[in-house]
């Protein structure tokens, strides 16, 4: 079964951190880029951050740009997203994603995925 699910969500006072990991299956891990949206309640989607599928190119929105860093590991098939320095307006649902174009780039737009896991909810709050 093609899918991906994501793991590591929860509370967290500002200024702390968390992982969030994300599980592959069903498909070859290492041929896609990958990356990391959100939602928070009632807002659009938005791109996070992105890996490309040689391990070479991560992009980062501003919001997060120097707190958050995206990592693979391709032989265990898994994404992650380690965030530090939280902040209230991290609030949101996360969402691990796959990239269907066959470049040696990334995105963070969201029209570049097709495969999404079902969401991991981080909230921040003291």
């Known amino acids: 079964q093609v899918q991906l699910v994501e793991s590591g969500g929860g509370l967290v006072q500002p200024g702390g951190s968390l992982r969030l990991s994300c599980s592959a299956s069903?498909?070859?891990?290492?041929?896609?880029?990958m990356g990391w949206l959100r939602q928070a309640a009632g807002k659009e989607r938005e791109g996070v951050a992105c890996?490309?599928?040689?391990?070479?190119?991560?992009y980062y929105a501003d919001s997060v740009e120097g707190r958050f860093t995206i990592s693979r590991d391709d032989a265990k098939k898994m994404v992650y997203l380690q965030m530090d320095s939280l902040e209230a307006e991290d609030s949101a649902v996360y969402y691990c994603?796959?990239?269907?174009?066959?470049?040696?780039?990334?995105?963070?737009?969201?029209?570049?995925?097709?495969?999404w896991g079902q969401g991991t909810q981080v909230t921040v709050s003291t």
């Open positions: 069903g498909f070859t891990l290492d041929t896609f880029a």
């Open positions: 890996i490309s599928n040689n391990n070479r190119v991560t």
């Open positions: 994603a796959r990239d269907f174009r066959f470049v040696e780039s990334c995105s963070i737009s969201t029209s570049v995925y097709d495969l």
